[in-house]
């Protein structure tokens, strides 16, 4: 049974799949903020456990209270999608050209102070 702050913080942030620096950015917070949470160095103020909450979908008392257990939600896993082949009918050019990423070539040129022009 987790009932320690870091430890939920910690247990939500890797069920959801995301990294430190990926919720510091959702609720607006330094990562080093956040790294000091989850390694029980500082605790958050009731604002920052307030937008952890919503983050994380569970009510602000899980965080507060110690007796407080995690119930986890079911997260649907999504089969991985597998590449398209190209079929018999369309010839090797064909899908070089769907599949092509036309780019526009870019030139610093040197009196435009700085800018960049593209052509």
Known sequence: MLNKFPEKLTLLRKHYGLSQGDVATKINVKFTDYMNWENGNSIPSISNIRKLSVLFGVPVETFIDN???IELPEVKVVPQVQPQQPTTEQKPDETLKADTIHTQRVNSVKNDLGSTRVM
């Open 67 to 69: 007796r407080k257990v």
